[in-house]
């Protein structure tokens, strides 16, 4: 079905014609512009998120470009994204990520992003996400998300923490951050459960541990735990840190508010999953409606620049082949 291959790059949908008015566009949502613009996306996105893991891009669904008369452009993207199994401190780079597949239960998020394009700088300027987790293919054995505050689920954490701690000897006593994921599944006769984590390094050791507090600049480290009352294994992974010139890097800086948990996390009820960010527009574009999921058509405030494109050269395409209005949206889906 490659209908795509004859089909100009630039294709004028909608026009607003009368004169002093943006007008609209559309581009393959394949396009390397396309794709471009929803990596940009996509790294912002992670950017603004502080809880849970990493998001990757599944697929482009639609992208629209609004072009004032005097050349300011803005991109309207409909962006689909699955949760990695990267937690979001963890440095490891989006591209290396894997996809958390879907038995695993996977999350997806979709979300309406609005760029500026001003001299070919593309920066997002407002974004709006659902995030949900996928329903399909769940199986019987297969492993089921616990709620966040889940009292067996959390038992694992603290004690797969304490065997952490005991191994590491001497070493700085680390505390629970935050929990990112736990999950129980039944392995005959017992239930299996299984958890994920993110530890931060106190001013602790194991046997000196009065009144811990994380370390200005803490390491970080990601757990996997598994077992139950009957014992546990856990695995934890120390983030690698970067070295500038001699200074350790505080990147990912700590999220505000980092507690340290002695018992009790802190979650949104009800919650199995850590949601991307819902909403952002700091500049009241109102492109984005916080109470509808559309995208409303309000041009946005975007600064007029030379044009960086040549959207207007595909009109006569267009004129004389109407049939070219093949869907060139969604693109492809990079995962499942
Ligand atoms: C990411 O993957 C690329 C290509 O496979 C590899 O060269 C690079 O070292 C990886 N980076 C990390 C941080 O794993
Ligand atoms: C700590 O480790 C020691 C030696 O490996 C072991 O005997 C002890 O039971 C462990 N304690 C905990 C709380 O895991
Ligand atoms: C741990 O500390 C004790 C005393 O506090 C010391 O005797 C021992 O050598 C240390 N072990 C390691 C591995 O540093
Ligand atoms: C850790 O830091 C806190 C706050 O500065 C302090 O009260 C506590 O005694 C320290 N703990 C240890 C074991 O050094
Ligand atoms: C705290 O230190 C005391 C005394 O050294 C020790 O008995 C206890 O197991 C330690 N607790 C933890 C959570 O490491
Ligand atoms: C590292 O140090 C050199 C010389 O002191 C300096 O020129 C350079 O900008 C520094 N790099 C960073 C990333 O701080
Ligand atoms: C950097 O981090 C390492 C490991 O935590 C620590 O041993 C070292 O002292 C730190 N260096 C600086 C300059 O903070
Ligand atoms: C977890 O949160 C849900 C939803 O708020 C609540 O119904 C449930 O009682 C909580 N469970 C625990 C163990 O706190
Ligand atoms: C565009 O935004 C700037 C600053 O955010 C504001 O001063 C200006 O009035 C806005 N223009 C329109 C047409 O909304
Ligand atoms: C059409 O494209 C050509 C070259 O790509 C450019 O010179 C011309 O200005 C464009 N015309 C419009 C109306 O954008």
Not at 36 to 63: F, M, R, S, W
Not at 199 to 217: G, K, M, Q, R
Request: net charge negative; proline share 7%.
């Amino acid at each position: 079905m490659n209908l795509l291959g004859a089909v100009p790059v630039w294709v004028l949908l909608v026009g607003a014609w009368a004169q002093g008015l943006p007008s609209v566009s559309h581009l393959p949502c394949d396009s390397p512009e396309a794709e471009a613009a929803a990596l940009v996306a996509q790294d912002y996105l992670n950017a603004q998120h502080t809880h849970g893991y990493k998001y990757a891009l599944n697929q482009i669904e639609e992208i629209k470009i609004i072009t004032t008369p005097g050349g300011g452009e803005a991109y309207l993207m409909d962006l689909e994204l699955l949760e990695t199994t990267c937690h979001v401190l963890d440095p490891t780079p989006v591209a290396n990520c894997t996809v958390r597949s879907k038995y695993l239960t996977s999350v997806e998020a979709d979300c309406d992003v609005v760029l500026s394009n001003v001299g070919g700088v593309l920066s997002v300027t407002s974004f709006k996400c659902k995030t949900e987790e996928s329903t399909e293919d769940i199986c019987l054995g297969c492993p089921m998300l616990l709620l966040l505050n889940d009292t067996a689920g959390l038992a694992l954490v603290s004690a797969s923490l304490a065997s952490f701690n005991n191994k590491t000897g001497n070493e700085s006593l680390f505390v629970l951050e935050e929990v990112g994921r736990m999950t129980s599944k039944v392995v005959s006769p017992k239930l299996l459960y299984q958890a994920e984590y993110i530890i931060t390094e106190t001013n602790c050791t194991i046997e000196n541990n009065n009144s811990c507090v994380p370390l200005p600049t803490p390491q970080r480290g990601f757990c996997q735990a598994q077992g139950g009352s009957f014992g546990n294994t856990v695995d934890c992974m120390i983030f690698v840190r970067k070295t500038v010139n001699g200074t350790n890097d505080t990147v990912p800086a700590p999220p505000p508010g980092v507690h340290v948990h002695k018992g009790n996390l802190l979650v949104k009820p009800g919650l199995r999953h850590h949601k991307l960010t819902s909403f952002h527009d700091p500049d009241s574009s109102g492109i984005l409606s916080a109470e509808s999921h559309e995208v409303v058509p309000v041009f946005p405030n975007v600064t007029d620049v030379p044009a960086t494109t040549n959207a207007l050269n595909a009109t006569d395409s267009l004129a004389v082949q109407p049939t070219l209005l093949v869907p060139l949206c969604p693109g492809k889906v990079i995962h499942f």
